[in-house]
């Protein structure tokens, strides 16, 4: 008998709704996995989800002339949560910049959801070790992070800005609430973490800076239980590489994050592994990487970032805390007994294919249950 999750304001079952749409490239591939692993939970659980599926990137182009058609808007409106695969590839990249997947499907769609934290975790597995760019010795000692960037202020939106024949400029902005804002989700995602938030700014020399450490500071008297450091970016570029394992959470300003989470997005070895999460009026979880043009549609990405990104939205999106750490645990154990796809198997001969890992993840998680 089906579950369903929760009650409407008159009191009616509703069953949880997510946007589905996967994309360009590997996009529907990856998602496909994805949605297996949904269908265990759903089997698990009895908690039923309502699928939408739309359209977005390039295939929308192809097929209504618009990369964010009127009616994905509307589904994702409707929904609870939006869960995406990828955009962009080659076959687009010659489209004026607003008619381009990139621009005018996926940076429109975030911009619509007004999305204002991104969340990337960052796991490095004991049996990839090897993968890491890292030394092992680094490594080893055991990589576990995640940044909390900010997505809506800094310089990437304050005014004035501009550029001309001799000038080109822009204004690095960040204002009390956005900070406060912004810190909470770090020092909330911490408590169920290892209790320390290290918060990144350049407050040496930038007044943006200045503001958002004293906020910071304020906002973690709330949270007693969680330790707070400050560290310069500079430093925390470093840090990055020398000693990972020191971090738990890592908050940041929108520009800073976007460079450090890049950082970080190379530790594991393969972007094939990263999931993230947006938060903002509705909640957009994703894969780190792109559409990957280059291995699409041959049935060899990794779906591992698609199927976390899926955990990551049952953990936020619908409470389902325990269900997420399964699917983490299912995904870890997979990849321990040597079930790899050729982005981090040890050589091609070993790599199995996409839909063959994501059965392997299915079968984990039906075991571990
Ligand atoms: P990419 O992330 O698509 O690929 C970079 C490298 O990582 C490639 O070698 C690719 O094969 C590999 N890779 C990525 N995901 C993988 C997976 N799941 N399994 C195995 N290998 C994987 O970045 P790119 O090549 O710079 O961009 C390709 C296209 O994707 C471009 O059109 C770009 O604009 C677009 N893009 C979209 C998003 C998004 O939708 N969020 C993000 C970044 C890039």
């Given at each position: 008998m089906a579950r369903i999750l929760s009650e409407n304001p008159q009191g009616v079952m509703v069953m949880p709704k997510i946007a589905v749409l996967p994309g360009d490239g590997i996009g529907p591939e990856v998602m496909r996995e994805a949605l297996k692993v949904?269908?265990?939970?759903?089997?698990?659980?009895?908690?039923?989800?309502?699928k939408v599926f739309g359209h977005i990137g390039g295939?929308?182009?192809?097929?209504?002339?618009?990369p964010l058609p009127e009616e994905t808007k509307k589904i994702c409106l409707e929904s609870d949560a939006i869960l995406l695969g990828s955009v962009g590839g080659p076959k687009w990249d010659d489209l004026p910049p607003q008619k381009r997947p990139e621009i005018g499907g996926l940076l429109a769609l975030r911009k619509m959801l007004n999305l204002y934290a991104n969340i990337r975790p960052i796991k490095v597995y004991k049996s990839l070790v090897k993968i890491s760019p890292l030394k092992d010795r680094i490594v080893e000692k055991g990589i576990d992070l995640?940044?909390?960037?900010?997505l809506s202020g800094d310089a990437y939106y304050g005014q004035?800005?501009?550029?001309?024949?001799?000038?080109?400029?822009?204004?690095?902005?960040?204002?009390?609430?956005t900070v406060e804002r912004i810190a909470k989700v770090a020092f909330e995602l911490a408590r169920n973490r290892r209790r320390r938030v290290t918060s990144v700014d350049k407050a040496n020399v930038l007044y943006s800076s200045m503001l958002w450490r004293n906020v910071v500071k304020e906002v973690a008297k709330g949270y007693p239980d969680v330790e707070l450091e400050h560290m310069y970016v500079d430093n925390a570029a470093m840090q990055l590489i020398l000693r990972p394992y020191h971090f738990d959470v890592i908050l940041t300003t929108n520009i800073f994050g976007d460079i450090l989470s890049d950082e970080t997005a190379a530790l594991p070895g393969s972007l094939g592994l990263l999931p993230s999460a947006s938060l903002g009026d509705k909640n957009l979880y994703e894969p780190a990487g792109g559409s990957a043009?280059?291995?699409?549609?041959?049935?060899?990405?990794?779906?591992?970032?698609?199927?976390?990104?899926?955990?990551?939205?049952?953990e936020i999106s619908f409470n389902m805390v325990e269900v997420a750490r399964k699917i983490e645990k299912a995904v870890e154990l997979a990849i321990?007994?040597?079930?790899?796809?050729?982005?981090?198997?040890?050589?091609?001969?070993?790599?199995?294919?996409?839909?063959?890992?994501?059965?392997?993840?299915?079968?984990?998680l039906e075991e571990i249950w």
């Open positions: 949904l269908e265990v939970v759903e089997k698990k659980t009895s908690v039923m989800f309502e295939e929308a182009i192809d097929l209504f002339g618009d995640v940044t909390v960037r900010e004035p800005r501009g550029l001309d024949e001799e000038k080109g400029f822009d204004t690095m902005v960040y204002d009390r609430k043009p280059d291995i699409a549609g041959k049935n060899i990405a990794n779906p591992v970032a698609q199927i976390l990104s899926l955990a990551m939205m049952l321990e007994e040597g079930y790899r796809t050729r982005d981090i198997a040890e050589s091609e001969e070993k790599a199995i294919s996409t839909s063959k890992m994501g059965d392997a993840i299915c079968k984990k």
